[in-house]
T-cell receptor
Framework: DAEITQSPRHKITETGRQVTLACHQT?????MFWYRQDLGHGLRLIHYSYGVQDTNKGEVSDGYSVSRSNTEDLPLTLESAASSQTSVYFC??????????FGEGSRLTVL | DQQVKQNSPSLSVQEGRISILNCDYTNSMFDYFLWYKKYPAEGPTFLISISSIKDKNEDGRFTVFLNKSAKHLSLHIVPSQPGDSAVYFC???????????FGTGTSLTVIP
């Protein structure tokens, strides 16, 4: 079955370190997204991509970057992790019917 | 500024009764709306959607109603079951972008 997977599922890091969260989907979807979930804020869009070599900023993109070198992967990089980036991160892709399919999430703690 | 709002953080309902979850939005360009269900330690899963050309969409026990003039949508679950206990997010997008804006979620508890 096609799916979307995230790794690592849990990560603890220190302030200032670079962190990369991986996202891999096997649906061959063009559109991919990264969200973060925080209490009181719901899901907020960080970055998104409509295809290979395309990346766009979402509503909370500061301190994050993405790259899209192939259809299947959209890694999210925190260049210099901050405590405010402690969160649960969800990767998603969307089908032509505009339904989002989410990964299981990556819980990041920045100490 | 939150473009999609769910003003009730939590809701408790007896098993077998109706659950009504509400969602309001501010952006008149939104034309596609979705509901997602989320269990702890899992990613959100798609539940039901509605396009702005409709005012109702039904799928089994789940019905979504859209009131465009009020910029309001609601999800009805009838009858509610204990397995429906989860956090429900509404989301909206405008045709131009495939960007989805989510509400803050409503935690539903169905009491057996």
């Amino acid at each position: 079955d096609a799916e979307i997977t995230q790794s690592p599922r849990h990560k603890i890091t220190e302030t200032g370190r670079q962190v990369t969260l991986a996202c891999h989907q096997t649906w061959n979807h063009n559109n991919m997204f990264w969200y973060r979930q925080d209490l009181g804020h719901g899901l907020r869009l960080i970055h998104y991509s409509y295809g290979v070599q395309d990346t766009n900023k979402g509503e909370v993109s500061d301190g994050y970057s993405v790259s899209r070198s192939n259809t299947e992967d959209l890694p999210l990089t925190l260049e210099s992790a901050a405590s405010s980036q402690t969160s649960v991160y969800f990767c998603a892709s969307s089908d032509p019917g505009q339904r989002l399919f989410f990964g299981e999430g990556s819980r990041l703690t920045v100490l | 500024d939150q473009q999609v709002k769910q003003n009730s953080p939590s809701l408790s309902v007896q098993e077998g009764r109706i659950s009504i979850l509400n969602c309001d939005y501010t952006n008149s360009m939104f034309d596609y709306f979705l509901w997602y269900k989320k269990y702890p330690a899992e990613g959100p899963t798609f539940l039901i959607s509605i396009s702005s050309i409709k005012d109702k969409n039904e799928d089994g026990r789940f019905t979504v109603f859209l009131n465009k003039s009020a910029k309001h949508l609601s999800l009805h679950i009838v009858p509610s079951q204990p397995g429906d206990s989860a956090v429900y997010f509404c989301a909206a997008s405008a045709n131009t972008g495939n960007q989805f804006y989510f509400g803050t979620g409503t935690s539903l508890t169905v009491i057996p």
